[in-house]
C-alpha cells in the first residue's frame, strides 16, 4: 500500500532517478549544441571535376549587386529549410509507427538535411539550431529503437533505414545523432547494470 515504509522509499528513488535524468539530458543536449556547432565551422568537402575550369583569380572583378543579392536568397534558402525541418519534426512527433506519413515525413527530412551539410557553414548552423530547438536527435532516436505501434512495417518501408542514415551524415546534424543515440544506448546500458545489482 501507499503507507508502506518500502513504497515510499521506492517512490522517492524513483523521483530522484527521474530527476537525474532530466538533468542529464539537459547536459547532453548542451554537449550536442556544442560538438555539433564545432562541426558545423568545418567548411564541405568539395572535389573538383578533372575537366572543370580553374576558379576564378582573387582579382577578378565582382559585381557586388548580383553578389549581394545572392547571398540574400541564400540566407533565405537557408531560413526556409531550417523552417521546414522544425515543420517536418514536430509532424514526425504525431505520426504513427508504419505509417506512410512517417515514412515520407522521414524521407523529406533526411533530404533537408543532406542538403544543410552541402551548404557553407553559417547555412548549415542555421538547420543545425532548428534540428537541436526542436529535439531532432531524441525524436530520430526515439523512432529508430522505440518497438511500439507498427515498427515492422517501419523496416519494410525503409523508414528505420531512413532514420539510420541520419546518423551516417557528415555535418552536425550526423554527430548530434550519432551522439545522442550513443549517449543514450550508455545510460540503458547503465541501467540495466544498475538493476543487475539490485538482485
Known sequence: PPSHPNFKTAAAAH???????????????????????????????KTLDAGAPPPAPAHAPAHAPAAAAAVDNAEDS????????ESLLNALRVAK???????????????????????PPRHRKLVLSAFLDAEGPQLVHEMESSMSGDWISDGKKGT?????????LPGPVGV????????????????????????
Open 15 to 45: 523521483a530522484r532517478e527521474a530527476a537525474e535524468a532530466s538533468v542529464e539530458d539537459a547536459a547532453l543536449i548542451a554537449q550536442l549544441r556544442r560538438a555539433a556547432e564545432d562541426a558545423a565551422h568545418a567548411q564541405p568537402t
Open 78 to 85: 537557408a531560413s526556409a529549410r531550417a523552417a521546414r525541418v
Open 97 to 119: 509507427a508504419g505509417s506512410d506519413a512517417r515514412r515520407d515525413g522521414v524521407a523529406s527530412l533526411l533530404s533537408e538535411l543532406r542538403a544543410a551539410d552541402a551548404a
Open 160 to 168: 528505420l533505414r531512413m532514420l539510420s542514415e541520419m546518423a551516417q
Open 176 to 199: 548530434a545523432v550519432s551522439r545522442y543515440r550513443n549517449m543514450a544506448q550508455s545510460r540503458v546500458e547503465a541501467a540495466a547494470l544498475h538493476l543487475g545489482c539490485e538482485h
